[in-house]
């Protein structure tokens, strides 16, 4: 542990503001080195962020579009340059594999180039002579300050699924990150202001429950678009609505991938291991619940615990496949649920407790993990784990498979291997889930798309990015109007406006 880690600041007013209240430790989760210590915003430091991003809503909303899609445009050009020390400081601060990390820092990226597209997303809609001499048109308009609260497992990409969106739209956005990796929102502020953007429009508060809580409660506040847990999400959806604000709050997943007997099994066990053990499995659209359905499961089991053999586990910058879980207590968490899994019945055909691992110090590891037999009263199946662990579910039928997806309180991801075109048509149109893949693992929406679940995996009826993003980030006016002649008279008529 280094003697006197550095601190980790707010960013408001556009510099470093280095807290008031407490700290919480930054760790390396593949050495379990505390690198560095987060500060925890007080209420008051978090009124002053809001302070200071409302006093910079003015000029911004009054800013051309012109100007602020340049400055869009400078932050993608700076970011496509550095991206490799955003990723960096990602992987020291989460543990996923470098590799990984570029690919979320790419991701997010999409939404930086689909919100320098603002121009065209906002154009509103005309309409001549809706009745004799009168036009209608209609604009949409920034809410003002706007709330981005963030989870630990993705730092760039998930604060970028909302503010490019907001700020391209008009908006001041104030980033609440996850207060285990906070390193990557302070950098992105710093590139922001590199890219012009005007001091207060981008506001990073650092904290845990109370800087969200005031957040949630603060009058300034118009919007809150959150991602973490599903307790989390409907605190913050419930408590948010009940003070008047907009909320998108995407929760937790159990994302199930259903294994017809047709399918390619080679094609099916790639992309089980890919999407299952990905990220170390902290990874929302993470596969986590394997349905396979007819004779298929014992040579499917095998063929992806054969692929698990080659597989690298440690620190993520040294080319490993796999790197750590986030923290000691992530780790025991997931270790636990394996050994609940064993108990109750499931046969652990890859253990990846006590795994051999590329790394120094004390890191925080747990290999790629296979459980098969297990029944949807396991707690390895009805909870949501976030680890490397893939739990193998029988069944004999294609209805048992969906309904058992459809059983499943979340609904953020799911994907269905088959060559049989009508049995995937029938699936994406009876499953109850948000985003689907046919022979496809992790089917992550393009960003000019939408991206969010059903269920308990999204508390609102806004997804994230896409058009339903612009609409979330604008409020709507629709404007009638009529310009007499110049000597012409309106007559008198107290009946009700009909064309
Ligand atoms: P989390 O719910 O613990 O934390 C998320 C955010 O909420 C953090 O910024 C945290 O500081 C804050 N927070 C935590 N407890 C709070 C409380 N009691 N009151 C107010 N704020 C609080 O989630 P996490 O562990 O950081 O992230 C993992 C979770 O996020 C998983 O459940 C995962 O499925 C989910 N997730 C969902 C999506 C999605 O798109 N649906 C995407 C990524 C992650």
């Given at each position: 542990?280094?003697?006197?880690?550095?601190?980790?600041?707010?960013?408001?007013?556009?510099?470093?503001?280095?807290?008031?209240?407490?700290?919480?430790?930054?760790?390396?989760?593949?050495?379990?080195e505390?690198?560095?210590r987060v500060?925890?915003?007080?209420?008051?430091?978090?009124r002053?962020?809001?302070?200071?991003?409302?006093?910079?809503?003015?000029?911004w909303?009054?800013?051309?579009?012109?100007?602020?899609?340049?400055?869009?445009f400078?932050?993608?050009?700076?970011?496509?340059?550095?991206?490799p020390?955003?990723?960096?400081?990602i992987?020291?601060?989460?543990?996923?594999?470098?590799?990984?990390?570029a690919?979320e820092?790419?991701?997010?990226?999409?939404?930086?180039?689909?919100?320098c597209?603002?121009?065209h997303?906002?154009?509103?809609a005309?309409?001549?002579?809706?009745?004799t001499?009168?036009?209608?048109?209609?604009?949409?308009?920034?809410?003002?300050?706007?709330?981005?609260?963030?989870?630990?497992?993705?730092?760039?990409?998930?604060?970028?699924?909302f503010?490019?969106?907001?700020?391209?739209?008009?908006?001041?956005?104030?980033?609440?990150?996850?207060?285990?990796v906070?390193?990557?929102?302070?950098?992105?502020?710093?590139?922001?202001?590199?890219?012009?953007?005007?001091?207060?429009?981008?506001t990073?508060?650092?904290?845990?429950?109370?800087?969200?809580?005031?957040?949630?409660t603060?009058?300034?506040?118009?919007?809150?678009s959150?991602v973490?847990?599903?307790?989390?999400?409907?605190?913050?959806?419930?408590t948010?609505?009940?003070?008047?604000k907009?909320?998108?709050?995407?929760?937790?997943?159990?994302?199930?991938m259903?294994?017809?007997?047709?399918?390619?099994?080679?094609?099916?066990?790639?992309?089980?291991?890919?999407?299952?053990f990905?990220?170390?499995?902290?990874?929302?659209?993470?596969?986590?619940?394997?349905?396979?359905?007819?004779?298929?499961?014992?040579?499917?089991?095998a063929?992806?615990?054969?692929?698990?053999?080659?597989?690298?586990?440690g620190d993520?910058?040294?080319?490993?496949?796999?790197?750590?879980?986030?923290?000691?207590?992530?780790r025991?968490?997931?270790?636990?649920?394996v050994?609940a899994?064993?108990?109750?019945?499931?046969?652990?055909?890859v253990?990846?407790?006590?795994?051999?691992?590329?790394?120094?110090?004390?890191?925080?590891?747990v290999?790629?993990t296979?459980?098969?037999?297990?029944?949807?009263?396991?707690?390895?199946?009805?909870?949501?784990?976030?680890?490397?662990?893939?739990?193998?579910?029988?069944v004999?039928?294609?209805?048992?498979?969906?309904?058992?997806?459809?059983?499943?309180?979340?609904g953020?991801?799911?994907?269905?291997?088959?060559?049989?075109?009508?049995a995937?048509?029938?699936f994406?149109?009876?499953?109850?889930v948000?985003?689907?893949?046919?022979?496809?693992?992790?089917?992550?929406?393009?960003a000019?798309?939408?991206f969010?679940g059903?269920k308990?995996?999204?508390?609102?009826?806004?997804h994230?990015?896409?058009t339903?993003?612009?609409?979330?980030?604008?409020?709507?006016?629709?404007?009638?109007?009529?310009?007499?002649e110049p000597?012409?008279?309106?007559?008198?008529?107290?009946?009700?406006?009909?064309?």
């Amino acid at each position: 542990m280094s003697e006197n880690p550095p601190t980790v600041p707010h960013w408001i007013g556009g510099a470093r503001v280095e807290g008031v209240g407490g700290t919480a430790p930054v760790t390396d989760p593949a050495t379990g080195e505390v690198t560095a210590r987060v500060c925890l915003a007080t209420a008051e430091e978090a009124r002053t962020a809001v302070a200071s991003a409302a006093a910079a809503f003015p000029a911004w909303r009054d800013t051309s579009l012109a100007r602020r899609t340049q400055v869009l445009f400078a932050f993608r050009q700076l970011l496509n340059a550095r991206a490799p020390e955003l990723a960096a400081l990602i992987t020291a601060e989460h543990g996923k594999v470098l590799s990984d990390a570029a690919g979320e820092v790419a991701r997010g990226q999409e939404v930086v180039e689909l919100a320098c597209g603002m121009p065209h997303l906002l154009k509103g809609a005309f309409t001549e002579n809706a009745s004799t001499g009168v036009d209608v048109h209609s604009v949409r308009q920034p809410l003002g300050v706007v709330a981005v609260i963030s989870p630990f497992n993705f730092p760039a990409m998930v604060p970028m699924w909302f503010f490019p969106v907001a700020i391209a739209a008009g908006n001041c956005v104030v980033l609440k990150p996850s207060e285990k990796v906070p390193s990557a929102a302070l950098w992105m502020a710093e590139l922001w202001q590199e890219a012009g953007l005007p001091d207060g429009v981008f506001t990073v508060l650092n904290g845990s429950a109370e800087a969200v809580d005031t957040l949630l409660t603060h009058p300034d506040v118009a919007s809150v678009s959150f991602v973490g847990s599903t307790p989390v999400a409907r605190h913050v959806y419930e408590t948010g609505t009940a003070h008047g604000k907009r909320v998108q709050a995407l929760g937790g997943a159990k994302n199930h991938m259903v294994v017809l007997p047709d399918a390619d099994l080679d094609l099916a066990a790639d992309a089980a291991v890919n999407a299952g053990f990905g990220s170390a499995g902290e990874r929302c659209m993470a596969i986590s619940a394997l349905v396979v359905v007819g004779g298929v499961a014992e040579d499917l089991v095998a063929r992806i615990a054969e692929r698990t053999v080659g597989l690298r586990t440690g620190d993520g910058r040294r080319g490993c496949d796999m790197g750590p879980l986030v923290s000691a207590a992530a780790r025991d968490r997931v270790t636990g649920y394996v050994a609940a899994g064993q108990e109750a019945g499931a046969t652990v055909v890859v253990d990846g407790r006590g795994v051999e691992v590329d790394a120094d110090g004390e890191g925080f590891f747990v290999g790629p993990t296979l459980l098969d037999h297990v029944s949807t009263d396991m707690s390895v199946y009805t909870d949501e784990i976030f680890g490397p662990v893939l739990a193998v579910l029988r069944v004999d039928t294609y209805e048992q498979a969906v309904a058992l997806v459809n059983a499943n309180p979340y609904g953020n991801g799911t994907a269905l291997f088959t060559r049989d075109g009508g049995a995937a048509r029938r699936f994406q149109n009876e499953v109850q889930v948000g985003m689907i893949g046919i022979n496809v693992p992790v089917p992550v929406p393009m960003a000019y798309y939408s991206f969010g679940g059903w269920k308990s995996s999204l508390f609102g009826d806004t997804h994230a990015h896409g058009t339903e993003g612009v609409h979330f980030f604008t409020r709507g006016k629709v404007v009638t109007s009529r310009w007499p002649e110049p000597s012409g008279r309106a007559a008198l008529d107290l009946g009700f406006p009909t064309n």
